[in-house]
């Protein structure tokens, strides 16, 4: 199966080769259910967090996108509160620019580097977008609370088997909802679904 030989080549350059910030790994058997970790950048609000991230290769995958979503909270315009990621190399075309030539290492990389410079043109927060257009300070001020809160390492002998975010860490994600009136969140989730579906 092309699935199965091609994830086989790109874990074992990830685990060899990785890209600077970033990890990634299979969970238990399932070759199709792979987990990654980023580093936030420094110089950015995301500086000293460890970001978790999911990653669901399809049966299709390299001509279909592999899908990836945040495990870790995450303030940032073009992430949602459920940790889905608007970014063009998620989306097959015309919509999207995914192409088999891509790998999943390139496509965290890009992720790495949206954290980095957000697209506040493509957002999938609307509140958090019109605050980092217009309110750059506030933006970058809760963007490192929430870091600090959600994906700063409080305890440093977890137990290294164990990469995954603690239960209160994901559920601390709905608190999203403090950001902004309901109203608005869901306003935003709506212009979401006409420019990042």
Known sequence: MQRTSRLKRELQMLSTEPPPGITCWQTEERINDLRAQIIGGSGTPYE?????????????????????RFLTPIYHPN????????????????????????NISTVLSSIQLLMAEPNPDDPLMADISSEFKYNKVLFV?????????????KNTDVVEGNKENTPDQRSSSRKRESVGSREEVEEGEESAKKTCV
Do not use: M
């Not at 000293?48 to 990836?68: A, M």
């Not at 963007?143 to 390492?153: F, G, I, L, P, Y």
């Open 79 to 102: 992430i949602d509160s459920s940790g889905r990621i608007c970014h063009d190399a998620l989306k097959l075309p015309p919509k999207g620019a995914w192409k088999p030539s891509l």
């Open 141 to 153: 001020d809760k963007a490192r609370k929430w870091t600090q809160e959600h994906a700063v390492q």
């Open 48 to 68: 000293g967090g460890l970001f978790s991230l999911e990653i669901n290769v399809p049966e299709r995958y390299p001509f279909e996108p592999p899908k990836i």
